[in-house]
């Protein structure tokens, strides 16, 4: 079982840049596929990113491919999302998720383990 704390959300004005870090403890890190998901206010909760444990592969959705990085260290226990080019769009709750698999999901039901979110909010 693995426990994930997130970090680094805030309120930016659109074009500003935000870092979200992710620390995962109680399990072996470098066994998890990781993923950010976001949620705002009335919709679904979405897919935004993911990199798998080697960090050999990562995937994006269109919404944020280009303006968004996703990383991880391993000896840290630590994914991060770096967002660059902010939009009023983006503002949401940003959740970090893990699932025991060396693949990717863009689907939230294939993960076990998430964070309690961190808000990031985009003004105009």
């Known amino acids: 079982q693995v426990q994930l704390v997130e970090s680094g959300g805030g309120l930016v004005q659109a074009g500003g840049s935000l870092r979200l870090s992710c620390a995962a403890s109680?399990?072996?890190?470098?066994?998890?596929?990781m993923a950010w998901f976001r949620q705002a206010p009335g919709k679904e909760r979405e897919f935004v990113a993911g990199?798998?444990?080697?960090?050999?592969?990562?995937y994006y959705a269109d919404s944020v491919k280009g303006r968004f990085t996703i990383s991880r260290s391993n000896a840290k226990n630590t994914v991060y999302l770096q967002m660059n080019s902010l939009k009023p769009e983006d503002t949401a709750v940003y959740y970090c998720?893990?699932?025991?698999?060396?693949?990717?999901?863009?689907?939230?039901?294939?993960?076990?383990?998430w964070g309690q979110g961190t808000q990031v909010t985009v003004s105009s």
């Open positions: 990199i798998t444990w080697s960090s050999a592969f990562t």
């Open positions: 109680g399990s072996t890190f470098s066994n998890y596929a």
């Open positions: 998720a893990a699932r025991p698999r060396q693949i990717i999901s863009v689907t939230r039901y294939d993960y076990d383990y």
